[in-house]
C-alpha cells in the first residue's frame, strides 16, 4: 500500500532498463548466523504428502530426504521422522536466545511446511510417529504462524522479502516466483531481466511446493513403477533400492531449488542491515524464549483453533507492530522515505526557524505548556493539509502538529506537543536551525500493551470457545483410508 | 445474421483447428475477464486455445497433474461408492430434508455417434429429458444427474455446458453438489481455490434455472445453495459446506445481460477470416484483429492464451503489462516510454496530467538523491 | 403536515423499543438497525433519559469518536436535564463550550464524577477503565462502525448493552491480511453490533423512517444498500428547494434546476483515464457548488414554519480520496477569494467519506468513486463507501462523473474473496453501483466544460 507512486514508477524504469530497481538501501530484516534453508516439493493434489524436503544451514552440505511414494504412511513417516529429528536438532542446538530462522523460496513453500507441521503436531506419538516429530511440527507451525506478525523474521518467505527490496520490470503477481525474481535482480550477463525470466518460467522448475504437471507426468510414471516393484513392502532397504530413480529424479529438480533460494540469500545479505531490524528481531528472541518454556510443560496445551481472547490480541498487537515497522522503516531508509513522501505521509525541508523554549498556556488550560515551534522551508507545497499529526524521525516520540501552511514560498510551521520532557535524565532533543527535519504521519503508536480481561469475563464472546487438546481429532467415524499408490 | 450463419461463421473461423467443448468451468473463467472480445470469440468458436497458442509459439504449461487428477477422481469414487454412502450422509448434513437413496442417470456420453456442437446439442436434449422425468416425482426416475448438458444465453447466443457436478433432487427441488478434492483444512479453504467453485456452482444453477424456465417449470425449483463435498484435513474423510451462490448469480445475470452481443462479436469478426494451425504469422495475425484486455490476472485465470497476449503486451511496452495498479497510477498514459518521457522532462501530455508529471519529477529526484537506481 | 406512515410506524417501533429495553436482563443485548437521518441521535438521548427514569443509577454511553462524543453531550444537556459526565483521555484537550455547558462535568477517571446519571466516552477510554467500575446496562451508539475487538475489551464493564447502528456505511477495517480469522471461531474484524446480534435474542429492531433522506432518495438508498426496507419521513411536496430561474451556464444551471426538482442531478463529463485529482471534475464541482449558491437557495420543509436562506455550510461535496478532496477545496477556495460576492464558499464542507460518516447537510454533490478510473478497486467498489456519499442530504444530491463507468463495472465483475461458512458479504460494492448507475442515468445531463 505504502510507496504505491513510486514502485509503479520503479516498474516501469525497470521494464526499460532491463534491471529490478532498488525500493530500500537497507535490509529491514535481521537474518540469523546460521538460518535454516528449506525447499520442498509436495505430490500434486495431496494437502501434506512431501515428495522430498532439502534443507540445511550449510550451503555445500544440504540434507536431502525423499518418499518415493509419500502417499504410504510408513515410507512418509520414515521421511518426517527423519526431517523433524534434524529440525528438533537444529532447534536445540541453537544459543540460548537464539530463535530459528527458516528461509523459505516462497510464501507457499511456508504455508506447507506450516501444513506439514499441521499434520503431525497433534498425532498421538508411536505407531510410526516420533515424539520429535510431534514437538517439531509443534515448532514449526509456531515459527510460521509468527510471520503474521509484520516485523517478524523468524520465518523468511524470499520471494516476498525480495520484492521489498527491489522493484522488477514484471508484475507483482509474477514477482511471486522465486525464478524470475531472481533473473530481474540479478540477470546473467547478457540478459535482460525480461530475457532472463521468461527463460527461467519456460525452462526451470518452481522452487516449489509444486513442481510443474510436465514433470509430474515423468513422475508418476516412475513412482508407478516403484509401486509396482516393491508390491505392497515398505522395508526401509527395498524402498531406498527400488526408489533411487524417484529419488533421483526429485533431488534435481530440488538441488535447483536449493541453489535458488541461497542465490536469493546471499542477495539479501549483502546490503548493509537496517538498525531497527536487530531490535525487531529482538522481540522474536522474546517471544521464542517463552514458547520454549511454555511448551516443555507437561501440562502444555495447544489450541486447534484461535480462542476469541487470541484473535483479540493477535489483531492489536500485530496492528501494532505494523505502525511500528512502516515507521521505523523510513526512518532507517532514505529509499522508503522518498516512497513515503510521494504517497503523501511524509515530508522533509529545511528548518529556516526554530523555538524550542516557546511555552504558551493552550485553549481551555490554566498553565504554560511547552510547544516548541518550528518552521520548515519546503521544495514543493506540502502534500500534508493543515492540522495534521506528525513525527518528528530522528526522534518519533516527538510528536506535533501542522499548524501553518503557506503555497509560495512553500512552507510549513509545525507546532510539537508531545516529547517535550526529559527522559532518562537527558534534554529532550529537537530539529535544529538551518539543518534538515523529516516529519512523518505514520503514527508509530505507543508500546503500552493493553491488558486484556480474562475471558470468562466477557460474555459477549463467550459463545465462542474453542477446543483445546494434545491429541487427535477422533470424532469422525470414517477412518482414514489412505490410497496406497496406484492400485487402481 | 441469424444464429445459425453465426455458428456457421465461427466454425469456419476455426479453420483447421481442434475443436474442444465449453463446459461451466470454463464459462465461470470467461466471465472473469468479461471484457475480453478474443477470448469470448474463441470461446465461441470452440478453437482449442492450448493448441492455438502453441502454434502462435508460446504454449501454456499443462494445467493439472496427473496426481491431482487421480486424487480427485479417487475421492468423487470414494464419496459415490456403496450406494452413495458418503454422499447421502453429507447431503443430510446440508440439506435439512429426506435424502432417498440415489439413482443415477450418467448423461456423458449421447446415443448418437455425432461430435462437436451437435452431439452437445443431443446431450442437452437428452438432459432435459432427464430432467423433466426427474420434475415428474415418477418414483423409479433417475434423481441424480451425472455429466449433464445444459444451455446457458450468452450475450443472445446459446453456449452448451457439460457439468461434472451432480444435479440431485430431492424435496421438490434441485441441488447442485460439486465434489472437489481440495481439503478442508480447520474450516479453512484456500479462497483462491474456492471462489472459482463457487462461480461454477452459479453458472450450473444459472443455466438449470434457465432450463427449467423453459420447460414450463418454476427456476425456483433449483436450489441457490450449493453443497460442496471435500476431504476433511489430511486424508480422503468426506465433510461438506453449503455455497450460498446467491451474490454470484445476481452478478453473473448483470454479466450475461450485458456481455457482448452476438451482433457485437459478429461486428468484430471480419469476413473470411480464419485460423490456420499451418500459418504461425497469418494464425498471430488473424488472432490479432479480435481486441483483447490483457492483464497479469490472465495468466492465472485459465486462458491458454495468457502467455501469448502478455508477450504482445511486453514487446509493445504497455503499462498493464506490469500491473492494473501500475497502470492506474499513470492515468491515461499507458505505454512505458509515454511515462518515462513524462517522468523525465516533467512535461505533461495534457493539462489533466500536469500534477502527476510534476510529482513524478520530484518523486524522481529524490529517489536519485537518495542512492536509488538499478540493483 | 409529515408522512402519516412514517409517524405512526415510527412510533410504533419507539414503543417496542422502550418495552423491549425496559425488559432487558443481564447478559443480553438490543441491537437497532438505523438506517441514515433515521434519529439515531434522539434515539440514544431519549434512551438514556428512559433508562434514568427506570431505576438506573448511571448510563454509561460508548461512542466511536471525540467529536461524536461531544456532540452526544451536547445534545443530552440541551434536551434534558440530566447530570452528564465526560470522560476523557489524559491528552485530550476539551473544546471550551463543553466544559461551560451546564450539568456537564469532565474527568479522567469515572471515580471522580459526583453522581452522574449519564458517562459518555468513547469506547477507547472505556476499555481503560477495565475492572474499576461495573454498570448493569450501556448504550453503544454506532455499533457496526466499532470494530469487536474493541467490544471485547469493554464488555467486561458492562451488564447489557442497547446498541445503534447503521449497517450501511462504512465497515471498521484493518490494514492486515484478515485470512488468518476467517475458519477460526471467532473474526475480531466483526462489527459489535454483528457479535452481539448473537448474543441477541430475535432479529434486531428496524427503525422504519430516515427523516433525513426525501423521498427521491430513500428509495435507491434503501434497495441498494439494504437488506429490510425503510421509508423516507416526508412527502414529496414537504421538501422543496427553490433557486433562482435564472439560467446562463448551460449544463450546470440544466442540472441544479433539474436536481431542485427531482432531487437528484447527474452530469457526465467525456470519458476519459485520469490520475486521481482530476481537474476538470473538481472545476465542474465548483462550478455546480458556484452557481448553486449564486442562485440563492432557499427551503421549506415540514421543520420550519415558513420558507429558510440555504447558508454554504449545509452544503457539502463528498470525494473518496484526498486528492479529490484537495483539487475541489482548492477550487472553492480560489472562487471565493476572486469574487466577493462568492467568499462564503469557504464555509463549504469538502471532505472524503469517512469524514462525512455521520453528517448531515442540506445538499451534497458527490465525485463518483469510479470516475476516470480504469481499475475498479474493492476500496472503490465498497458499498458503505458510496452509501455515505448518497445518504447525506435533506434535499438533493448531485452526482458528477466521466462517462464510461458502465465499461469499467462490466470490465470488473465482483471479485471479492470468498470464505466458508462466511455468508458472502451484502451489499456487494459491485451491484450496488450498478442499481446506482442505473437510476442516476435517468437524470443524466452531459457537462461540456
Given at each position: 500500500m505504502s510507496g504505491a507512486l513510486l514502485t509503479a514508477l520503479l516498474r516501469v524504469r525497470a521494464a526499460q532498463e532491463g534491471r529490478a530497481q532498488r525500493a530500500?538501501?537497507?535490509?529491514?530484516l535481521h537474518i540469523a548466523d546460521e538460518p535454516l534453508v528449506v525447499a520442498a516439493y509436495n505430490l500434486a493434489g495431496d494437502p501434506a504428502s512431501p515428495l522430498g524436503i532439502v534443507y540445511g544451514t550449510d550451503r555445500e552440505r544440504p540434507c536431502f530426504r525423499v518418499a518415493p511414494e509419500p502417499r504410504n504412511r510408513d515410507i512418509r513417516f520414515r521421511l518426517l521422522n527423519t526431517f523433524f529429528s534434524d529440525f528438533v536438532a537444529y532447534v536445540d542446538a541453537l544459543p540460548e536466545g537464539d530463535p530459528p530462522q527458516v528461509i523459505a523460496g516462497n510464501q507457499a513453500t511456508l504455508d506447507y511446511l506450516f501444513r506439514i507441521g499441521d499434520s503431525v503436531r497433534f498425532l498421538p506419538v508411536g505407531e510410526g510417529v516420533e515424539p520429535e516429530t510431534v514437538l517439531g511440527g509443534r515448532h514449526l507451525v509456531r515459527l510460521v504462524e509468527r510471520r503474521?506478525?509484520?516485523?517478524?523474521?523468524?520465518?523468511?518467505a524470499l520471494t516476498r522479502d525480495l520484492a521489498a527490496h527491489w522493484i522488477t520490470g514484471q508484475s507483482a503477481l509474477e514477482d511471486a516466483a522465486l525464478g524470475p525474481l531472481l533473473a530481474w535482480i540479478d540477470p546473467p550477463e547478457g540478459q535482460t531481466g525480461r530475457g532472463a525470466a521468461e527463460s527461467a518460467e519456460h525452462t526451470g522448475l518452481p522452487v516449489g511446493p509444486l513442481p510443474k504437471p510436465e514433470w509430474d507426468e515423468k513422475l508418476a510414471r516412475l513412482i508407478t513403477k516403484f509401486n509396482e516393484a516393491r508390491d505392497g513392502a515398505t522395508d526401509p532397504k527395498l524402498v531406498s533400492r527400488l526408489g533411487t530413480p524417484v529419488k533421483r529424479m526429485v533431488r534435481d529438480a530440488l538441488m535447483e531449488s536449493w541453489d535458488d533460494v541461497w542465490r536469493g540469500l546471499d542477495l539479501l545479505v549483502d546490503l548493509p542491515e537496517a538498525p531497527h531490524a536487530q531490535e525487531r528481531w529482538a522481540e522474536d528472541s522474546e517471544d521464542w524464549a517463552a514458547w520454549r518454556k511454555y511448551i516443555h510443560v507437561p501440562e502444555a496445551r495447544l489450541a486447534r483453533k484461535t480462542s476469541a481472547r487470541a484473535a483479540v490480541w493477535q489483531l492489536g498487537d500485530r496492528e501494532q507492530a505494523q505502525r511500528r515497522v512502516e515507521a521505523q522503516k523510513i526512518v532507517d531508509d532514505p529509499l522508503k522515505f522518498v516512497a513515503a513522501v510521494a504517497d503523501g505521509l511524509a515530508l522533509s525541508g529545511l528548518v529556516v526557524s526554530a523555538d524550542p523554549d516557546r511555552k504558551i498556556v493552550p485553549p481551555g488550560r490554566k498553565n504554560k505548556v511547552s510547544r516548541p515551534l518550528f518552521t520548515l522551508s519546503l521544495?514543493?507545497?506540502?502534500?500534508l493539509p493543515l492540522h495534521t499529526e506528525v513525527f518528528w524521525l530522528d526522534r518519533l516520540a516527538c510528536q506535533g502538529r501542522i499548524v501553518e501552511m503557506t503555497m509560495s514560498p512553500p512552507r510549513v510551521t509545525i507546532e510539537i506537543a508531545k516529547g517535550t520532557r526529559r527522559t532518562r535524565g537527558e534534554d529532550p532533543t529537537f530539529p535544529r536551525l538551518g539543518r534538515e527535519a523529516r516529519f512523518t504521519t505514520l503514527d508509530p503508536g505507543q508500546d503500552w500493551r493493553i491488558k486484556l480481561p480474562d475471558a470468562d469475563e466477557v460474555w459477549t464472546h463467550s459463545h465462542m470457545v474453542p477446543e483445546t487438546q494434545a491429541v487427535a481429532d477422533q470424532d469422525s467415524d470414517f477412518v482414514p483410508q489412505l490410497p496406497d499408490g496406484d492400485d487402481a | 445474421m441469424s444464429t445459425d450463419e453465426f455458428e456457421a461463421r465461427l466454425e469456419a473461423f476455426r479453420g483447421d483447428l481442434p475443436a474442444v467443448r465449453p463446459n461451466a468451468r470454463t464459462v465461470a473463467a470467461a466471465l472473469d475477464t468479461p471484457d475480453c472480445r478474443r477470448r469470448r470469440i474463441l470461446e465461441a468458436a470452440s478453437v482449442d486455445k492450448s493448441e492455438l497458442a502453441r502454434h502462435l509459439g508460446h504454449p501454456i504449461p499443462a494445467a493439472q497433474s496427473p496426481f491431482a487428477l487421480r486424487r480427485g477422481n479417487l475421492f468423487e469414487s470414494a464419496v459415490k461408492e456403496n450406494g452413495d454412502a458418503h454422499l447421502i450422509a453429507e447431503l443430510r448434513k446440508q440439506i435439512d430434508l429426506p435424502i432417498p437413496a440415489t439413482r443415477h442417470k450418467d448423461l456423458s456420453s449421447s446415443r448418437a455417434r455425432t461430435k462437436g456442437l451437435k452431439e452437445m446439442k443431443l446431450r442437452a436434449k437428452e438432459t432435459q429429458a432427464a430432467l423433466s422425468l426427474l420434475l415428474s416425482e415418477d418414483p423409479y426416475a433417475p434423481n441424480v444427474l451425472d455429466h449433464a448438458v445444459t444451455s446457458l444465453e450468452v450475450g443472445g447466443s446459446t453456449v452448451y455446458l457439460e457439468q461434472d457436478a451432480l444435479a440431485h433432487y430431492t424435496g421438490n427441488k434441485l441441488y447442485v453438489v460439486e465434489i472437489k478434492s481440495f481439503p478442508v483444512i480447520n474450516n479453512q479453504v484456500d479462497p483462491v481455490k474456492l471462489r472459482p467453485a463457487t462461480r461454477q456452482a452459479a453458472v450450473y444453477i444459472l443455466s438449470l434455472q434457465q432450463t427449467l424456465a423453459r420447460m414450463g417449470h418454476s427456476p425456483e425449483k433449483v436450489a441457490t445453495d450449493a453443497v460442496l463435498i471435500c476431504p476433511r484435513?489430511?486424508?480422503?474423510t468426506p465433510t461438506s459446506a453449503t455455497l450460498d451462490t446467491r451474490q454470484e448469480l445476481r452478478g453473473l445475470r448483470r454479466q450475461l445481460d450485458r456481455a457482448a452481443s452476438v451482433s457485437e462479436l459478429e461486428a468484430l469478426l471480419p469476413q473470411g477470416l480464419t485460423l490456420s494451425a499451418a500459418d504461425t504469422e497469418h494464425c498471430a495475425e488473424a488472432v490479432e484483429q479480435l481486441p483483447n484486455a490483457y492483464r497479469p490476472a490472465c495468466l492465472d485465470s485459465g486462458c491458454e492464451l495468457a502467455y501469448y497476449c502478455r508477450s504482445r503486451a511486453r514487446d509493445a511496452g504497455e503499462t498493464v503489462a506490469l500491473g492494473t495498479p501500475v497502470r492506474q497510477a499513470f492515468g491515461p498514459v499507458d505505454m512505458i516510454d509515454d511515462v518515462l518521457a513524462m517522468a523525465d522532462s516533467g512535461i505533461a501530455p495534457s493539462r489533466y496530467e500536469q500534477d502527476l508529471a510534476a510529482d513524478l519529477i520530484h518523486m524522481q529526484k529524490l529517489y536519485r538523491a537518495a542512492g536509488g537506481g538499478a540493483a | 403536515m409529515p408522512n402519516e406512515e412514517a409517524v405512526h410506524a415510527s412510533e410504533r417501533v419507539t414503543l417496542e423499543l422502550t418495552s423491549r429495553l425496559l425488559k432487558l436482563g443481564a447478559h443480553e443485548a438490543l441491537i437497532v438497525d438505523s438506517p441514515p437521518g433515521a434519529g439515531k441521535t434522539t434515539l440514544v438521548t431519549r434512551s438514556t433519559r428512559t433508562l434514568v427514569d427506570s431505576g438506573v443509577e448511571t448510563v454509561p454511553v460508548v461512542v466511536q469518536t471525540n467529536e461524536q462524543a461531544n456532540d452526544l453531550v451536547k445534545r443530552i444537556s440541551a434536551d434534558f436535564d440530566l447530570r452528564v459526565g465526560r470522560l476523557v483521555g489524559s491528552s485530550y484537550t476539551v473544546p471550551p463550550y463543553l466544559s461551560r455547558l451546564p450539568r456537564v462535568q469532565i474527568e479522567k477517571n469515572p471515580g471522580d464524577f459526583h453522581r452522574p446519571q449519564v458517562v459518555v466516552a468513547t469506547a477507547s477510554k472505556w476499555a481503560f477503565c477495565q475492572g474499576r467500575q461495573s454498570y448493569p446496562v450501556a448504550v453503544i451508539d454506532e455499533a457496526y462502525q466499532m470494530r469487536s475487538d474493541l467490544l471485547y475489551r469493554v464488555a467486561p464493564l458492562f451488564g447489557s448493552f442497547l446498541a445503534v447502528g447503521d449497517p450501511g456505511q462504512l465497515d471498521p477495517f484493518t490494514t492486515l491480511d484478515e485470512k488468518p480469522w476467517q475458519g477460526q471461531p471467532y473474526d475480531p474484524l466483526q462489527t459489535a453490533g454483528a457479535v452481539l446480534a448473537e448474543n441477541a435474542d430475535g432479529d434486531p429492531l428496524r427503525l422504519p423512517v430516515s427523516w433525513r433522506l426525501p423521498q427521491a432518495a430513500a428509495r435507491l438508498v434503501q434497495e441498494a444498500f439494504y437488506d429490510q426496507a425503510f421509508m423516507a419521513?416526508?412527502?414529496?411536496?414537504e421538501r422543496r428547494l427553490h433557486l433562482d430561474t435564472v439560467d446562463i451556464a448551460g449544463w450546470a444551471d440544466k442540472t441544479l434546476t433539474h436536481a431542485a426538482e427531482t432531487g437528484w442531478g447527474f452530469c457526465q463529463l467525456p470519458a476519459r483515464h485520469t490520475p486521481p485529482g482530476d481537474p476538470e471534475v473538481a472545476a465542474s464541482l465548483a462550478m455546480l457548488v458556484r452557481r448553486f449558491v449564486e442562485r440563492h437557495p432557499w427551503t421549506s420543509n415540514e421543520a420550519s414554519a415558513g420558507d429558510r436562506r440555504l447558508t454554504a455550510d449545509r452544503i457539502a461535496v463528498g470525494t473518496v480520496q484526498r486528492a479529490q478532496e484537495a483539487a475541489v477545496r482548492s477550487a472553492l477556495d480560489q472562487l471565493a477569494h476572486e469574487h466577493e460576492h462568492l467568499?462564503?464558499?469557504?464555509e463549504v464542507v469538502v471532505a472524503t467519506a469517512n469524514k462525512l460518516q455521520g453528517r448531515e447537510f442540506d445538499v451534497v454533490f458527490v465525485w463518483h468513486p469510479l470516475s476516470g478510473r480504469q481499475d475498479a478497486t474493492e476500496f472503490h467498489l465498497e458499498a458503505g463507501r458510496l452509501c455515505v456519499l448518497l445518504s447525506r442530504h435533506r434535499h438533493a444530491c448531485v452526482v458528477v462523473s466521466r462517462a464510461g463507468i458502465r465499461e469499467l463495472l462490466d470490465a470488473h465483475p465482483n471479485s471479492n474473496p470468498v470464505y466458508l461458512n462466511v455468508p458472502a458479504k451484502f451489499p456487494d460494492g459491485w451491484e450496488a453501483h450498478q442499481q446506482v448507475l442505473e437510476h442516476l442515468g435517468g437524470h443524466r445531463v452531459d457537462a461540456l466544460p
Open positions: 530500500a538501501r537497507f535490509r529491514h503474521q506478525r509484520p516485523g517478524a523474521a523468524t520465518a523468511v521544495e514543493r507545497p506540502s502534500p | 484435513n489430511y486424508d480422503l | 419521513g416526508t412527502l414529496p411536496t467568499a462564503c464558499l469557504r
